[in-house]
């Protein structure tokens, strides 16, 4: 028997398993045509492009491909031929049907992000841009007012070609080593999945000249045909892509920055190191006995060492717990000051809320979801030392 064989038969097994108990069903519109998109497919085949799959209309999340026939593990979804991969850095207006992103969110969706480290961070990407724009385009337009037509080039289009950009590009590995940001066609209408058939894509095939997409995982016929984008957190897919994936995100995590406060052996005075610790919802965790409480073990370790330096052995002595009580209650206030940021759930009528604010209020749904998992297994942890305690010093 065929040992590799029947370990990669097993892993698939497992993959699918977990996949089933996790499913995202597609819904497919067929009520959406996609001629456009049935040509841009034709073309592709007529310019080398082997494809299984077909571009259909995804209920949630546009344009998406399917499998035409029942694909297998290794079996390749997509090849396109390195010579029609666009890697130009402009991106030319076009009438394409695109998703706005976060970037151009309206007021009423920005002021529904306030309590969340993303209204930061978008800000920030916007104010960016915005510089970018303001050093490069009336300049162009000023000087080649023939090539840069200055009604094309304004902030909104500037806007609007920059999130087609950062949501239909991908990396790719060209035979001359070099990684640039290209846009591929067909391979541009895949979407994003937590459970993706397609991982490993990116890399110029040195024999072929091609881009292959092949699966990690099997696909039936029919089925919406799905990439990884990355390991990206909700928050990175919605600045960049415009969505929140449906289902557990392992890569949803609430950032926490100390400042270790260490002193500088050479000074003897205080330098301000900071650390970041990652905290994702506890329901993720195995673990939620005494001493991990389903919180991360590198954030307990910092604590623990920041209350004392002597090398923590986990043991139940009454010093241990006491410190154990310690970074617990750290915890606890430090992420019930986060939800009071965030504060309760919004009163806006979600029904009839334009498509910006649902997603605003879904994030902050999400953000508060992980916090109260976290206040949760501080409470539970809490409970658990302070038990351990009292017997020990019944014990006593
Ligand atoms: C590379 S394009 C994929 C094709 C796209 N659906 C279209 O119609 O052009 C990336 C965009 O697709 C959408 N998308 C991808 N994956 C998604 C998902 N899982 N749920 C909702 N929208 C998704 C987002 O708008 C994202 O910016």
Redesign the pocket.
């Known amino acids: 028997m065929n040992v590799l064989q029947a370990f990669q038969d097993a892993i698939v097994n497992r993959l699918e398993k977990f996949v089933d108990k996790n499913r995202e069903e597609s819904r497919i519109d067929k009520s959406y045509s996609c001629d456009k998109e049935k040509r841009i497919a034709e073309w592709g085949e007529i310019n080398g492009i082997k494809s299984r799959l077909e571009i259909v209309y995804v209920e949630?999340?546009?344009?998406?491909a399917i499998a035409t026939k029942d694909l297998k593990v290794g079996d390749i979804a997509l090849e396109i031929p390195v010579s029609i991969i666009i890697s130009e850095d402009i991106v030319h207006q076009s009438d394409m049907?695109c998703?706005l992103?976060w970037l151009s969110f309206g007021v009423a969706a920005i002021v529904a992000l306030d309590g969340t480290l993303l209204l930061e961070e978008i800000m920030q990407a916007k104010e960016h841009l915005r510089n970018h724009y303001d050093e490069l385009v009336p300049a162009l337009c000023h000087n080649y007012p023939d090539v840069f037509p200055l009604e094309l080039y304004t902030w909104e289009q500037f806007l609007w070609a920059c999130e087609l950009w950062y949501?239909?590009s991908m990396k790719v590995m060209f035979l001359d080593g070099k990684l640039r940001t290209c846009l591929i066609p067909i391979a541009?209408?895949?979407?994003?999945?937590l459970h993706p058939h397609i991982i490993h894509y990116g890399k110029v095939d040195s024999i072929t000249k091609t881009l292959k997409f092949p699966l990690s995982r099997p696909c039936s016929i029919g089925q919406q045909c799905c990439l990884s984008y990355g390991n990206f957190s909700s928050s990175h897919l919605l600045a960049f892509?415009?969505?929140i994936?449906q289902g557990d995100n392992p890569y949803d995590v609430i950032p926490l920055d100390f400042d270790a406060g260490e002193l500088d052996p050479m000074e003897d005075c205080p330098v301000s190191s900071q650390t970041t610790h990652m905290v994702r919802g506890t329901w993720l965790s195995k673990n939620h006995n005494l001493f991990h409480y389903g919180l991360p073990c590198p954030l307990l370790n910092f604590l623990r060492r920041a209350r004392s330096p002597t090398l923590h052995t986990k043991t139940i002595t009454q010093s241990n717990l006491e410190i154990e009580i310690e970074i617990l209650e750290v915890l606890q206030s430090t992420f019930n000051n986060m939800m009071e940021n965030l504060g309760d759930t919004d009163p806006v009528d979600r029904e009839n809320a334009t498509w910006d604010v649902k997603l605003a209020l879904e994030f902050k749904d999400l953000q508060r979801r992980i916090v109260s998992s976290i206040l949760t297994s501080c409470d539970s942890g809490l409970k658990l030392v302070q038990n351990e305690f009292s017997r020990s010093v019944v014990e006593e």
């Open positions: 949630g999340a546009g344009r998406g049907v998703f992103i949501s239909n541009g209408f895949l979407n994003h999945s892509y415009g969505f994936p």
